[in-house]
């Protein structure tokens, strides 16, 4: 227990002595902060918890001030990543880096995307997976995630799969400027994508149709279309002279069926 929550580093620290109560009085009167620590303790029970752990103290506690002596603060208010993010820009302004903002694309699309419990018992395991495929930042990158996933719990149900293809949509609409990709009533709007984009999916489809004054393409819905396909389908109309889907989306289609019980 002393090693998982990193007693180690941290008894003689400064000019302190570190101290650790895992056992107490049922009378005893503990803090919130107290019972979060033995509360995180009981739960990440398994052989490499200890990142677990430390994630979560950091949660409790606060990240603090990294670049100064104070440790306070509440991590939580704004996430892990989020953090991450905020003290990369803090310490590119103190080198006086430029910081490149980071593009947002908001995705709407009638679709189930998620990671399934039943896939993915461990809920710390889902969201490891989850952040891994929102950051991913190249398809090679994403390609990775998928394998691993694969190989770790079994054949990408569905919802997975559609998962890794919005993914991938949202990596082709960074690359294309789009900055949002949404449903109204029975069409697909995609802006903003610049006229040479948009007119050439216009000549390629027969159900698109270019707003040159806004910059906003218009696909018809296809009624039949959904999940990882419907996903596929609008990425190929921002990347016409790509693929349809990618290598490895290609790879785990005929792995898949060549897996599934006839």
Do not use: C
Not at 50 to 75: P, S, V
Not at 133 to 155: F, P
Not at 200 to 220: G, K, M, P, Q
């Amino acid at each position: 227990l002393a090693q998982l929550y990193q007693l180690r580093g941290r008894v003689g620290r400064s000019a302190e002595r570190a101290f650790a109560y895992f056992f107490f009085p049922p009378q005893a009167s503990l803090t919130d902060e107290a019972h979060g620590r033995l509360a995180a303790i009981s739960r990440f029970t398994a052989l490499g918890s200890g990142t677990a752990i430390a994630m979560k103290d950091l949660e409790i506690r606060g990240a603090g001030n990294l670049l100064g002596g104070e440790q306070h603060g509440h991590i939580a208010a704004v996430g892990f990543d989020t953090y991450l993010k905020l003290l990369t820009e803090a310490v590119a302004e103190m080198k006086g880096e430029p910081i490149e903002p980071e593009r947002e694309v908001r995705i709407d699309l009638p679709l189930r995307a998620y990671i399934q419990p039943e896939w993915v018992g461990q809920e710390a395991l889902r969201l490891e997976l989850y952040r891994r495929i929102a950051t991913a930042r190249d398809a090679d990158a994403l390609a990775r995630v998928a394998a691993e996933a694969e190989d770790r719990y079994g054949v990408l149900p569905d919802p997975v799969r559609t998962l890794l293809a919005v993914a991938s949509l949202k990596l082709a609409a960074l690359e294309t400027g789009v900055e949002e990709i949404s449903t109204v009533r029975k069409e697909i709007r995609i802006k903003p994508l610049e006229p040479a984009a948009g007119h050439s999916a216009v000549a390629l489809r027969d159900d698109a149709v270019y707003h040159e004054a806004t910059r906003t393409l218009n696909i018809e819905l296809p009624a039949r279309l959904g999940g990882e396909s419907l996903a596929f389908f609008v990425r190929q109309a921002l990347l016409p002279d790509e693929p349809s889907r990618p290598d490895w989306a290609r790879v785990a289609v005929a792995d898949t069926a060549r897996r599934r019980p006839t």
